[in-house]
């Protein structure tokens, strides 16, 4: 093998023509290429560089760096690159090289253009984002309607084990949760309430409290963390091994086959787990108010009694009902907007955990605000 060689030529004005030869390997001695730097960067009315590999031996990633490094002071000085004189293979390796960003090192300063055009990129997305939920909604929407007329392809062997999931089986941690929150709402309201003498009304607050909201939230947050996240995984697993795309070929609704019966699940057992979520919260609130204070086990249950209503009930009922709605729709959009590898399993899981949590306080405050101006 020829040693590596390196010629400068000008065919014509204003072209410069690089003749490579010999093995442009990095075992061997590969020639300076500080003179064909120069020339491409100083040369005055210089308007094409090209390449001539005819008498090319062999090459490997030397010949692609001097190449690239070639090609980039030529798109710095606004020079025409014509790379057909260069191995295929070469030109492929080349384009795939421009395919890839460079990495860009983060410095300290960034300056206000940045940061404006960050604020852009984010609203510009947010706004996708929106119209990416609408989008799918519409056509959970459109589903439901076809399930309805019993036109919608899906098992029902399917629905019933997702119910058991979602609901029998969530009874263990909606339990622990529930009795503690309604233990800590009554050590919250009975350090103030003990110092008037009202110990009895710590059978207000834990009741209305866990019926009225906190049963419902803390219910919703947890099928997010429990359920959202299961759905999102499951879709997202599906989506990457192309099983989704599957159920399209055969010309069967990834959503009437796959969304439906699992949002269907989570708004028929939310109402029913959020009721008893609230007793959960009750008892918690009874053995607090019963040992550590001297209120009757019969006392106190009266005093709750007294103190919530069937409008009460129904009405965090509802909320669990929507939270269920939330939870469901967040995660089954974020299973079907997956990637196509397992990391992006990952990131859909976690957005769909704090797409429904974040959802669920916003549906939180504006159901209270409602509730507070209808009365209720």
């Keep these: 093998m020829s040693a590596a060689q390196l010629r400068l030529n000008h065919p014509e004005a204003g072209i410069l023509q690089i003749q490579m030869s010999g093995s442009w390997t990095l075992a061997s001695d590969l020639p300076s290429t500080n003179a064909a730097e120069q020339a491409v960067q100083g040369a005055q009315g210089l308007s094409r560089l090209c390449f001539e590999t005819g008498n090319?031996?062999?090459?490997?990633?030397?010949?692609?760096?001097?190449?690239?490094?070639?090609?980039?002071?030529?798109?710095?000085?606004?020079?025409?690159?014509?790379?057909?004189?260069?191995?295929?293979?070469?030109?492929?390796?080349?384009?795939?090289?421009e395919t890839v960003a460079p990495h860009q090192e983060s410095s300290g300063h960034h300056p206000d253009s940045a940061f404006f055009a960050e604020v852009g990129e984010e609203a510009v997305a947010f706004v996708r984002s929106v119209v990416d939920i609408l989008r799918f909604v519409g056509?959970?929407?459109?589903?439901?309607?076809?399930?309805?007329?019993?036109?919608?392809?899906?098992?029902?062997?399917?629905?019933?084990?997702i119910l058991q999931q979602v609901g029998a089986q969530a009874l263990p941690?909606?339990?622990?949760?529930?009795?503690?929150?309604?233990l800590i709402l009554a050590f919250v309201g009975a350090v103030q309430l003990e110092q008037?003498?009202?110990?009895?009304?710590?059978?207000?607050?834990?009741?209305?409290?866990?019926?009225?909201?906190?049963?419902?939230?803390?219910?919703?947050?947890?099928?997010?963390?429990?359920?959202?996240?299961?759905?999102?995984?499951?879709?997202?697993?599906?989506?990457?091994?192309?099983?989704?795309?599957?159920?399209?070929?055969?010309?069967?609704?990834?959503?009437?086959?796959l969304v439906v019966p699992r949002i269907l699940a989570l708004i028929l057992m939310m109402p029913l787990l959020t009721l008893y979520a609230d007793l959960m919260g009750i008892l918690g609130g009874a053995l607090v108010g019963t040992t550590l204070?001297?209120?009757?086990?019969?006392?106190?249950?009266?005093?709750?009694?007294?103190?919530?209503?069937?409008?009460d009930i129904f009405g965090g009922m509802f909320k669990g009902l929507v939270y269920g709605a939330i939870v469901a729709v967040s995660g089954c959009l974020r299973?079907?907007?997956?990637?196509r590898s397992s990391a992006a399993v990952g990131v859909a899981t976690t957005s769909a955990v704090v797409t429904g949590i974040v959802f669920i306080v916003v549906a939180c405050a504006v159901l209270t605000v409602v509730y507070n101006v209808l009365d209720i």
């Design 173 to 182: 941690i909606v339990s622990l949760i529930s009795l503690l929150v309604g």
């Design 335 to 339: 299973g079907m907007e997956c990637g």
């Design 139 to 161: 056509g959970v929407a459109v589903s439901m309607g076809r399930m309805l007329t019993g036109r919608a392809r899906y098992r029902a062997s399917d629905l019933f084990v």
């Design 196 to 257: 008037f003498g009202g110990d009895i009304y710590i059978a207000n607050l834990v009741g209305l409290g866990m019926v009225r909201d906190m049963g419902a939230m803390m219910t919703g947050v947890i099928m997010a963390g429990r359920t959202g996240a299961a759905y999102a995984a499951e879709i997202g697993t599906m989506t990457v091994n192309e099983e989704v795309d599957a159920l399209r070929t055969m010309g069967i609704s990834p959503i009437d086959f």
């Design 293 to 311: 204070f001297d209120i009757g086990v019969y006392e106190y249950f009266r005093q709750t009694r007294s103190a919530i209503d069937l409008f």
């Design 56 to 97: 090319l031996e062999n090459w490997d990633s030397g010949l692609v760096n001097v190449v690239y490094k070639l090609a980039r002071h030529a798109r710095h000085a606004d020079v025409a690159l014509d790379l057909s004189g260069l191995p295929k293979g070469l030109r492929d390796l080349l384009e795939l090289a």
